[in-house]
């Protein structure tokens, strides 16, 4: 059998995509340099490893559900809400989460809440955490129908396991009380080894109206706060000061 193919048959058998599918790259290349054994090893190995990491921070990215933009390159930081270049700098560099705490993005509607959020959350996939982006409402289904559904168990698990679980709009609307109970059941098993990010347009004073529950509300908000650095967000909607429209900029 001819060398290439036999190498291609032993990149199936053993699993080695990156380096079955840069093969003849990587020959060309090699005979262009008149690599030696050892050189040429090094960069079948190194295209391999590349490859399996890029495909697992994908993997790792689809799992984390982020919105469609979260890139923090590509923040603007014309945009007035609150947050300096210094502070969203310094979140990036994710040293609180080592340190199990945690993020409350306060604000209104449209003051870059979301995006921070689940750029932090993208940033951390990338380094090697298990990160995850839910909204309320997604993370409430989960709990709800975790002992119904294997998916939802499945997803359940793997929350448990997070190192980082952003929870976009979280007390956007009211919560019933069973639903209230078992995110709190949720948060208090995790929220010693799990750090989170909670974005919010409500003040932790009405978290109690939203829950229901007075009591519960401080349970809640003690764990949250208890290593929690709130950041206020403030300012006009940036979607609405720069939506687009469907017709043509007037010319005349």
């Given at each position: 059998m001819e060398p290439k193919l036999l190498i291609r048959q032993y990149c199936q058998q053993f699993n080695m995509s990156g380096?079955?599918?840069?093969?003849?790259?990587?020959?060309?290349?090699?005979?262009?340099?008149?690599?030696?054994?050892?050189?040429?090893?090094?960069?079948?190995?190194?295209?391999?490893?590349d490859y399996r990491q890029v495909r697992d921070i994908n993997k790792r990215m689809k799992l984390a559900a982020l919105p469609r933009y979260c890139d923090l390159g590509n923040y603007?930081?014309?945009?007035?809400?609150?947050?300096?270049?210094?502070?969203?700098?310094?979140?990036?560099?994710?040293?609180?989460?080592?340190?199990?705490?945690?993020?409350?993005l306060m604000g209104p509607s449209g003051t870059g809440k979301t995006f921070v959020s689940a750029g932090l959350c993208a940033e951390a996939v990338k380094r090697g955490y298990k990160a995850y982006f839910r909204t309320m409402d997604n993370l409430i289904g989960t709990l709800k129908m975790k002992e119904i559904t294997r998916t939802a168990k499945a997803e359940y698990?793997?929350?448990?396991?997070?190192h980082l679980i952003v929870i976009d709009d979280i007390m956007l609307f009211p919560v019933e009380k069973r639903e209230a109970v078992s995110l709190f059941n949720?948060?208090?098993?995790?929220?010693?080894?799990?750090?989170f990010i909670i974005t919010t347009n409500k003040k932790p004073a009405e978290w109690a109206l939203m829950l229901g529950d007075e009591v519960l509300a401080t349970a809640l908000l003690d764990r949250l706060l208890f290593q929690c650095e709130v950041i206020n967000l403030s300012g006009k909607s940036y979607r609405l000061e720069n939506r687009k429209t469907i017709f043509e900029a007037n010319k005349n």
């Open positions: 380096i079955n599918k840069a093969i003849d790259n990587l020959l060309t290349e090699a005979e262009r340099k008149s690599q030696g054994y050892l050189d040429y090893t090094v960069d079948l190995l190194r295209t391999e490893a603007d930081h014309n945009f007035s809400n609150g947050i300096t270049v210094t502070r969203l700098n310094q979140l990036q560099e994710l040293h609180w989460m080592d340190q199990i705490y945690n993020i409350i698990k793997r929350l448990l396991n997070a949720f948060i208090n098993q995790i929220y010693e080894k799990t750090s």
